[in-house]
Nanobody, 118 residues
Framework: QVQLVESGGGLVQAGGSLRLSCTASGISFSINNMAWYRQAPGKQRELVAIITRSDTTNYGGSVKGRFTISRGNAKNTVYLQMNSLKAEDTAVYYC????????????WGQGTQVTVSS
């Protein structure tokens, strides 16, 4: 059974930091990209950051320079270091893992709440 388990969310004051973690298990094939998305109330889910298997990274415009995505050595864990948090970063953050074989498979975590108080 495939599971992506996230941790590290919570309540923080504006200007503070949080570190999210996500570990994937039960995936038989090599994971290609891993990413973090977020969804704020009344808004669409948006890409926060993505990292490839070769550790190439890309970020959504609003978080560049403040957030850093990284991957564990085993390539099944992804982290999101969030600094200089703003109230507009408040959202549910979801971990995503992509496996590409004969088809593309997307796997999602259950989401972790990040609340930034101003």
């Amino acid at each position: 059974q495939v599971q992506l388990v996230e941790s590290g969310g919570g309540l923080v004051q504006a200007g503070g930091s949080l570190r999210l973690s996500c570990t994937a298990s039960g995936i038989s094939f090599s994971i290609n990209n891993m990413a973090w998305y977020r969804q704020a109330p009344g808004k669409q889910r948006e890409l926060v950051a993505i990292i490839t298997r070769s550790d190439t990274t890309n970020y959504g415009g609003s978080v560049k320079g403040r957030f850093t995505i990284s991957r564990g050595n085993a390539k099944n864990t992804v982290y999101l270091q969030m600094n200089s948090l703003k109230a507009e970063d408040t959202a549910v953050y979801y971990c995503n893992a992509v496996v590409v074989g004969s088809a593309r498979y997307d796997y999602w975590g259950q989401g972790t709440q990040v609340t930034v108080s101003s």
